[in-house]
């Protein structure tokens, strides 16, 4: 009973079925086709579980009722059902009544071809085979369904070969629609994809079936996917039989790729699109060479310059394929259009393309294997390029010098062999020419080409020092260098300092002799006059240069005389040039230090020139000090590329500094460098050094060293220090030391710099200390480093209870100092940083700090410095908290703050009484001009109303800070801030008058920036700028006057053809 069941049930489809079927063939309405399309996918799931088939008659009505021939039918319907409800549809003999059949039929396939049955796959492909044949209606609805076919994983072998070729012989394919075509395109995509083998067991006719369904074809749409499966035929080694240039006609037709697309396209084709996809064909194989060079030639030579960069670009991707073979008969023609391109260009874009495709031509015949009796087109086609270019580098007027040199760099510049063979051949007569001409900027000229030759003998390693083509000319370029660096002009001496680093990089070219005479050179250029400060620094770069390939020779010939130099007491020789010499030797010093074994010398001469400041043997002033330390924190930024180096600096360097200081601090201390080791500036520059020297320790290293420093500071151990006999205690955390306090800087650079895992001994007595001396009154200095110190120590500790203690410990220290009268204000910088601390590891402390920051831009003596607070919160620092010194900084902080606080700053700004809401817009001004433009333009209609009234605050740095943050909004923004125009224009003019020549420079800037707006919005308004800039053209400062010319210049020019 229960099988007669589902025989009645499989003979009768469901009404509800056969209503919606009959609705959408009928063509009363489309959503049934997605309706049954939908349920049969639903069900089919279900239908995997039957069993009981049957032989399946080929009659498509009968096939049908086999489909689904399963036991178990449940859910709403099955393709089965579908079939026998389309039964007289697809058998109707009105052409429009067929198609529409089988467009539901073939939109069910679409959504339930994963569950097809193999047996129904046959029949259904022979039915869809069948229907090729039928009215040219039907055609687009048999194709879908084909292409769903097509995605079947049952799909029985050879149904793909006989698909494609039903559709070859049936089909004529540019006569349908573009879907339509697409939808072939598509079908070849997924047969190849999936049926690989089989339609190589075609051979040469899938190719030519291809060539067919392509040929005419101008959708780009369609050519993206017709591209591409050109691509695989070639890449996938598809046989192409004697279709090669059939296949190469099809494709290269629609070369150079010349589309626009139209505006608001929705498929988002680019011409770049189509470019990359067609020039991926052309250069796939070696196969296409004889027809594309002609067509490449025919096409650089032509006068349309979109062409001609397609054609080189084109030619440099095929080289990457082609061999001599390929290139042989076309390499005269190319020669030629490349030399005419850059010869006669127009063009930068096209001289650069033509040199790449120069250059790949060359890598290419240069890699190509030889037989012993074939010829070496390399020679020839260099002896050509050779041939066209050697005349033009010794014409007195030097008019094709430049393009010459290019055209044979970049061929030198292809591989060792073509690199030999132009420098042998050119540098010669270069050599030659330098000294026939007599005129300073024509040797500068040759001896740039000469400089370009040599930068690329770098490229190429030799084994033998004998074959290396500079070896015969070394004599002859050491002598034209030296000549040039001696000579009275400036330009010519920088070439000649830039040759000679060249020079020595190349090795075994200078001989001893040669590097005492160039080191001679190096050390007389290094003292030259401010006039010449190119010069000078141009030879200190080459002296760090050489240095670091002949230490030797520089500690022999050039150290002995900087330390001469440094012994000199500058102040004793009076008169500025002598103080400027000291300054320029340490700088020479430090340029020097670029090897583990000249740091060994220069650095101990460096702490020796402080130690004998100390000790009252030279005469040493302020800004002598911070020079040295600026050297020392240069050389110690050159030892982190050597780890060695890097612990030599820090085991030498930070002892030495320590102890100076030190003893500078002791109460009892009379010796010249007291005063002078105690000031800001001193010791923020200390504070640098040993921060560089602490970066890049390994963390093995560093807590060798933090067990030592942090002692020094806790418990006065001072025995790591040399000549340590100090007539009082180191107790800088104790009352009554306050230079010692000052010393505090220094534990703080130490310890701010350390990698995050390394453990800090007396870690929590050190951070009570410091929180005690960051809200001492008396020395802002001293409780600022602590706060600072503190706040980097927090940043970096792993969160858990200990990291609690210390955050409430802090918390009940701000709250008590900031109500107190005498440390208000060390309690609010200690509730800053370590505020800053907390925000850039988005600890969730941090907004309940931010909120309590808030809080104090109403309070009457610290509002204005909370307002300022919101600028050191967005900024970046430079000695603490940064990712240098291992800092925990999220990213995108400034993001989270802007997002979590912007909208409480606005709230309060228009609750806050009228006296108190400029604070408010000052750390709402700090706070956007850091942050991100993309992030502030969404949210610009908001919050330009409250930046606008910030023009109008009297405070200076808000203004300064609101013009900065409105400059880039002008170019980006222009159609918001284009409602504004009136008001932006009017606060601007009175800005361009302020007192502050800051205010006024950026004033002027963004009167430049509104040129940018649209014309039409701005020329109302031109008369009136043009008048009102005259005035800031008279302004006693240059800069601002430089300004006002630029931005009166844009509004002149506002309106005008062409602008």
Not at 528 to 552: H, I, K, N, T, V
Not at 575 to 597: E, F
């Amino acid at each position: 009973m229960a099988a007669a069941a589902v025989m009645v049930e499989a003979a009768a489809p469901t009404g509800a079925l056969w209503g919606l079927v009959q609705d959408f063939v009928m063509g009363q309405q489309e959503s049934p086709a997605d309706q049954v399309a939908a349920g049969t996918a639903g069900s089919a799931a279900k239908l995997l579980q039957g069993s009981g088939r049957r032989e399946r008659p080929s009659h498509p009505r009968t096939a049908g009722r086999e489909l689904r021939g399963r036991d178990v039918k449940s859910g709403n319907y099955t393709v089965l059902k579908v079939v026998e409800a389309l039964g007289s549809s697809l058998e109707n003999p009105e052409p429009r009544t067929r198609a529409r059949g089988i467009q539901l039929l073939s939109q069910v396939l679409l959504q339930c071809h994963s569950l097809l049955l193999e047996k129904e796959v046959v029949h259904l492909i022979l039915f869809y085979e069948n229907r090729l044949k039928d009215h040219h209606l039907v055609i687009p609805s048999v194709l879908q369904g084909l292409r769903a076919l097509s995605l079947c994983v049952a799909l029985p072998p050879g149904l793909a070969v006989s698909v494609l070729k039903a559709i070859f012989q049936e089909v004529h394919v540019q006569s349908l629609l573009q879907v339509d075509r697409h939808t072939v395109f598509s079908i070849i995509t997924n047969f190849m994809q999936s049926r690989e083998e089989e339609l190589k067991d075609l051979g040469a006719d899938f190719t030519f079936g291809f060539i067919q369904v392509m040929d005419g074809e101008k959708d780009p749409r369609n050519l993206l996917v017709a591209f591409h499966i050109v691509h695989d035929l070639i890449s996938r080694d598809y046989s192409l039989g004697p279709f090669v240039e059939e296949l190469f006609e099809v494709t290269s037709c629609y070369f150079p790729i010349d589309f626009t697309p139209p505006p608001n396209d929705p498929y988002g084709i680019q011409r770049d699109d189509l470019i990359l996809s067609l020039r991926a064909v052309l250069a796939s194989t070696p196969r296409f060479a004889e027809f594309l060079l002609p067509l490449l030639i025919e096409k650089v030579d032509s006068e349309i310059l979109s062409a001609k960069l397609d054609s080189l670009q084109t030619l440099n991707a095929c080289c990457a394929v082609y061999g001599q073979k390929e290139l042989k008969d076309f390499l005269p023609s190319l020669w030629a259009s490349i030399r005419r391109e850059v010869f006669q260009t127009a063009s930068e874009r096209v001289e650069a393309e033509g040199l790449a495709a120069l250059h790949s031509l060359t890598a290419c015949l240069s890699r190509s294997v030889l037989r012993a009796d074939a010829e070496d087109l390399l020679n020839s086609f260099l002896s050509n390029i050779l041939q066209d270019c050697r005349h033009h580098l010794c014409e007195p007027d030097m008019k094709l010098v430049w393009p010459s040199a290019k055209l044979l760099q970049t061929a030198a510049g292809a591989s060792a062999r073509a690199c030999d063979h132009i420098t042998s051949n050119v540098l010669p007569l270069l050599l030659e020419q330098f000294h026939k001409h007599s005129q300073s900027n024509q040797r500068r000229t040759i001896l740039e080409m000469i400089l370009g030759f040599l930068k690329l003998q770098q490229k190429w390693s030799y084994e033998d020092k004998d074959e290396r083509p500079l070896s015969g000319f070394k004599d002859q370029l050491c002598s034209l260098v030296f000549m040039a660096i001696t000579d009275p002009s400036t330009q010519l001496q920088l070439v000649g300092i830039r040759t000679l680093t060249v020079l020595g990089a190349q090795p075994d070219l200078l001989s001893s002799g040669d590097l005492e005479l160039a080191i001679g050179h190096l050390y007389r250029l290094s003292f030259l006059e401010e006039d010449s400060q190119s010069c000078r620094m141009a030879a200190l770069e080459a002296s760090g240069a050489l240095a670091s390939f002949y230490p030797g020779a520089f500690s022999s010939y050039l150290l002995p005389k900087l330390a001469k130099e440094l012994q000199r007491d500058v102040t004793r020789e009076h008169g500025p040039n002598k103080c400027s010499r000291h300054l320029l030797c340490l700088q020479a010093l430090s340029a020097v230090s670029t090897h583990p074994s000249i740091v060994k010398e220069t650095l101990p001469l460096l702490l020796q020139h402080l130690w004998q400041a100390n000790k009252g043997n030279v005469v040493i002033g302020f800004n002598d000090i911070i020079a040295i330390c600026q050297s020392l924190q240069q050389v110690a930024e050159k030892c982190h590329r050597d780890p060695d180096s890097c612990w030599y600096f820090h085991e030498t360097a930070l002892p030495c500094l320590f102890a100076l200081a030190v003893q500078a601090s002791m109460p009892e201390d009379s010796s010249v460098l007291r005063k002078v080791l105690l000031e800001d500036e001193v010791l923020a520059a200390l504070a640098s050094v040993i921060s560089t020297a602490t970066i890049h320790l390994s963390s093995e290293l560093a807590a060798q060293s933090v067990t030592r420093i942090v002692p020094l500071f806790l418990d006065g151990n001072i025995s790591f220090l040399p000549e340590n006999s100090f007539p009082s205690r180191f107790q800088p955390f104790q009352d009554g030391c306050s230079r010692q306090r000052r010393l505090v800087v220094l534990l703080m650079a130490f310890v701010c710099s350390l990698p995050r895992n390394v453990e800090i001994p007396q870690l929590t007595q050190l951070m009570r200390e410091l929180l005690e001396l960051s809200c001492c009154p008396g020395c802002p200095f001293s409780s600022t480093a602590a706060a600072k110190c503190f706040a980097g120590l927090l940043n970096k500790h792993p969160a858990g209870q200990q990291l609690d203690e210390f955050l409430q410990l802090a918390v009940d220290t701000v709250e008590a100092g900031l109500g107190a009268g005498s440390s208000r204000s060390q309690a609010f910088t200690l509730l800053l940083w370590v505020t800053k601390a907390l925000v850039l590891r988005y600890h969730p402390l941090s907004s309940c700090l931010t909120a309590r920051l808030m809080g104090l831009l109403s309070d009457p003596e610290l509002g204005p410095a909370a307002a300022d607070g919101f600028s050191l919160l967005m900024s970046d620092c430079t000695d603490v908290l940064t990712r240098a010194c291992h800092a925990d900084v999220r990213i995108m902080f400034r993001q989270r703050f802007f997002t979590d606080n912007v909208p409480d700053l606005v709230q309060g700004f228009h609750a806050a009484p009228q006296d108190v809401k400029p604070n408010y817009l000052k750390g709402l001004s700090h706070v956007l001009n850091r942050l991100p433009k993309p992030v502030l333009l969404p949210e610009l209609p908001t919050l330009l109303s409250l930046l606008l009234e910030a023009l109008s605050c009297t405070d200076s740095v808000v203004q300064l800070s609101t013009l900065s943050c409105l400059q880039p909004l002008l170019l980006e923004a222009p159609q918001i801030m284009s409602l504004h125009i009136d008001t932006l224009v009017t606060k601007f003019l009175n800005l361009s008058s302020s007192p502050s020549m800051a205010v006024r420079i950026a004033a002027l800037q963004c009167m430049n920036a509104l040129t940018h707006l649209p014309t039409p919005v701005l020329l109302p308004y031109k008369p009136q700028v043009i008048r009102a800039l005259a005035k800031p053209l008279d302004d006693k400062k240059r800069l601002v006057r430089k300004e006002a010319v630029s931005a009166r210049g844009e509004w002149f020019l506002l309106g005008s053809p062409g602008s």
